[in-house]
């Protein structure tokens, strides 16, 4: 039987910048995860701590997409060791 994770859905919860490092970033990131095996199926909602360091330009928009990569690559890893690889 094949267990299958998929994100659904991920989305910035709350960021706030570092108090003691310029240009880093941190938040928390909700990742709304699908995990079926066969015929049943399970929705997931999680919340992954992530930080990033970014450029003094960087905008809202990219303060949040650098944190949501962050915590697809977490996502991703967990997928992998799942898998066995």
Known sequence: MQLSLELIDIAVRDKQVHPR????V?????????EGDGGHSQTHDLTIAVWA????DANEA???M???VKAAGIIARL??????K
Do not use: F, I
Request: glycine fraction near 10%.
């Open 62 to 64: 990219d303060t949040d």
């Open 26 to 34: 941190t938040g928390h990131v909700r990742a709304l995860l699908s």
């Open 66 to 68: 650098a944190l949501m």
């Open 79 to 84: 997928k992998r060791r799942l898998a066995g």
């Open 53 to 56: 360091d970014l450029p003094q």
């Open 21 to 24: 490092l310029q240009g880093r």
